[in-house]
Every structure is written in C-alpha cells, then in structure tokens.
C-alpha cells in the first residue's frame, strides 16, 4: 500500500504504518493538549497507541486463522480508520471464511473480557458514545473501545467482517459469485448510510470508512467475478506474444528509444538462450532518465524476479501474482526455459472484453 513503511516483523507477517496515521496522532495530541494540557495530550496519545494495538492484535486474529487453512499474510497495515490484514487469497469455502472473518472481532471479545473481568473495568453502553472522555477511566475507555470493535465489525457491512459472514452464509445457496455482488450492493448501502451519519454527525472518521467500504466493496465485487471467469482458461489464451525485448547490456538510450516507437508499457529483458531475465518498466525508466548521475545499462534498472508459468498454467494463478505487489507482468516460459510470452494486467482486462463479446454471440 503506498505511503505505508514497514516498523518490524511479528509472526511471520510485516507490520506497516500509513504516513497518514502520524497525522491521526498529531490531532489527537493537539486537540488533548488544548482541553487537558501536556498531561492530557501524553494520556490521549497512549490511550490511541493502545487502541491501535488492539487494531493489530484483530488482524493478526484474521491472519493466525487464514495461516490454518495454507492461506500467508504478508503485511498488516495500520491506517486512521483501522488496519488491513493483507492475505495471500480469501478462503473460497463459507466454513474458512466465516472462521477467518470472525477470528478478528473474537480476539477484540477476549480482550474486552480480560478488561472486564480480570482488571474490573467498568464499561457500560453508554459509554461507547463517549469514548473520547477521560474521566470515564483508561481500561474503561479501552474496554469500551474494543466492544465497540465487535459490535462494529460484525455489521454486514462488505468487505468488513460481518459482511464476510453474510457473504459465506449466502454463497451457499447462491454459489460465490452471485453471493458476493449481493454482499457487495448490502456494503454500499451501508457506506451511504455511514457517510450520511458522518456529515450530519460532523465525523470525518466515519466519512473515510463510508469511502473505503464503498470502493472496497465494488473492487472485491470485481475481482471475485474476475477470478470466476478466467478459472479454466490457460495462461495461453491472454498471452502477449508480438512485443519488443530489450537485453541486459542494452543502453538506457536503447530502452527509451523502443518507449516512444512502441505501445509498451513493460519490456522483457531476455538474456541467453532467451531466458528472461527481468522486466523493465515505463515507470522505471522515467526514473533513470532523469536520475542523477544517470544509469547507463538496462540491467541497473530493470526489475528481477519476475514470477513465470507454463503454457497450460492456469490464468487464475497468473491473476493472483499479478495481484502481488511491484508485479508489473508474469512471463509465460517454455518447457525449455525459454521465454514465450507475457501477461499483464491491462492484457487480462483486453482478454476479459474480448471473450465476454465472443460469449453473448
């Protein structure tokens, strides 16, 4: 995700912060030391900081459970409006999904009984109205804080954890598809009705999470189907096969001469026996162009570790590297090693056009 960097590693999944939480804790601290002071504001930041802690303890909840059924986190990523667990795919079966969904809020529930039962904090209702007041008591406020977590989480609200639920629930009768652009029309519907409670109610957190619900379910919408549709076809059917490719040695002049007499917006980079060797990007040599002091070979800037298929590769597995970060194409190789063919995301998309006309003649 950009604007995010990385704190440290904990059980297997990268930690990252969105530059923009820092500007969550300067209001924060700022508004806390106008009403209460320094001591107020260090008191207000740390009771944040908890809070957010509770936030990661609810993805890696998410991410300790999808580990159970082969399913890797990468990253976790904390943002103003909560965190993101970013898992390798979503389980398919209702049964996974529902268990991945609701292992988050269940980890909030344990820690809101700890709070409750072990340090006696008091957090009636009332108080989750009132979260921001510091004479209602530090765990009180962060038991509250978690309830309100669960309760939250498990409206059916796609992609949050109760829409995740609702979706299993009606995948079973109407198969995954159907079942999540459903799902996915019952979470804009409810991001309207966040961000009118967010405009009326003058929460600007509210509006971001009305927003990010909203686009986040039409995206998962989109890809859900996506992946449906390119299940059983072969990596062969969207390849790319009439492309310029470039070589290691060639000169950074080379590469961006083959940019303006070419369409590409990725080239191959083909060493012996034209076994691929990387990919170098429109982005990347925009960059180099105007670098100083300047690259001189495309092998100084061409991207390495390109993932690569088969022929008869699934163009479902080639969807998902292409869905990893910094992917920009997955090489399609021969038996032999040799490099065949590419495939990108934009030439998915052209694929998915093109035989959706071929479909309804």
């Known amino acids: 995700m950009g604007w995010s960097f990385p704190i440290g590693r904990f059980l297997g999944s990268e930690i990252r912060i969105h530059a923009t939480f820092f500007l969550l804790l300067l209001w924060i601290g700022v508004a806390a030391y106008v009403d209460g002071g320094a001591l107020g504001a260090v008191v207000s930041i740390a009771f944040i900081l908890l809070l957010f802690a509770c936030v990661v303890a609810h993805e890696f909840g998410h991410a300790l459970m999808a580990r159970r059924y082969g399913i890797e986190t990468p990253d976790i990523t904390l943002l103003p409006i909560g965190g993101v667990a970013r898992l390798d795919r979503m389980p398919e079966k209702p049964g996974q999904e529902i ?27 009332a108080e989750l109205e009132n979260i921001d007041d510091p004479g209602i008591g530090f765990l009180g406020r962060l038991a509250a804080v978690n309830l309100f977590l669960v309760l939250f989480n498990m409206l059916p609200s796609f992609p949050m954890d109760g829409g995740r639920v609702f979706r299993a629930l009606l ?18 519907l409810m991001a309207f009705v966040f961000g009118f409670l967010g405009l009326i109610g003058g929460s600007p957190i509210l509006l971001l999470i009305a927003f990010f619900v909203f686009i986040a379910a039409t995206a998962e919408s989109s890809d859900v189907a996506l992946r449906d549709m390119v299940r059983d076809v072969p990596a062969r059917a969207a390849m790319i096969t009439s492309f310029e490719a470039l070589a290691p040695g060639d000169s950074l002049q080379a590469a961006a001469s083959s940019l303006l007499r070419t369409t590409q ?8 026996n034209r076994t691929l060797a990387g990919f170098l990007t429109r982005d990347a ?49 021969g038996r032999d090693g040799a490099f065949l063919g590419y495939i990108s995301r934009e030439n998915i998309g052209e694929w998915v056009v093109v035989s959706g006309q071929r479909r309804r003649r």
């Open 171 to 188: 995948s079973i009768p109407l198969g995954r598809v159907r079942a999540t652009e459903v799902a996915a029309r019952t979470g804009q």
């Open 285 to 333: 040599i925009f960059r180099a162009v105007s670098a100083e002091p300047r690259p001189q070979h495309v092998s100084e800037v061409m991207q390495t570790g390109i993932p690569t298929v088969s022929l008869g590769a699934p163009l479902l597995d080639v969807l998902s590297q292409l869905n990893q970060p910094g992917v920009p194409a997955v090489g399609v190789i």
């Open 99 to 125: 268990a991945v969904a609701l292992a988050g809020p269940a980890v909030n529930l344990v820690i809101w009984a700890v709070l409750v039962f072990v340090f006696r904090a008091e957090t009636p209702m």
């Open 265 to 272: 917006a990725e080239f191959p980079v083909l060493g012996a």
